[in-house]
């Protein structure tokens, strides 16, 4: 199982960037796809995540200003960044809590990470 994110870069203060997730690989089903961010001298934290079928969660600090969806294509989500702070600076990372094919139990994936800076 592996998962391709891509989207980042550079953007001034009060931009937008989107961020895209895809995971491939032998998998059976997917339960949880979502994005946590890590910035310099600090620890990973969640940015949002999206449970199949059922509902999304946000951290307070992006609530109104991003937005994730699951793309049409399969096992794909993207994470619209709406309003950007310099304080959304950070290295973003793609996770998925799946059931691989052949597995037992859900496992966690991440993601390459990539990089979204927020300056002006």
């Known amino acids: 199982v592996q998962l391709q994110a891509s989207g980042g870069g550079l953007v001034q203060p009060g931009g937008s960037l989107r961020l895209s997730c895809a995971a491939s690989?032998?998998?059976?089903?997917?339960?949880?796809m979502g994005w946590y961010r890590q910035a310099p001298g600090k620890q990973r934290e969640l940015v949002a995540t999206?449970?199949?079928?059922?509902?999304?969660n946000y951290a307070d600090s992006v609530k109104g200003r991003f937005t994730i969806s699951r793309d049409n294509a399969k096992n794909t989500v993207a994470l619209q960044m709406n309003s950007l702070k310099p304080e959304d600076t950070a290295v973003y990372y793609c996770?998925?809590?799946?059931?691989?094919?052949?597995?037992?139990?859900?496992?966690?994936?991440w993601g390459q990470g990539t990089q979204v800076t927020v300056s002006s």
């Open positions: 690989g032998s998998i059976s089903s997917v339960n949880v």
């Open positions: 999206l449970t199949w079928g059922v509902d999304t």
């Open positions: 996770n998925a809590r799946l059931l691989p094919v052949g597995g037992y139990s859900l496992r966690d994936y």
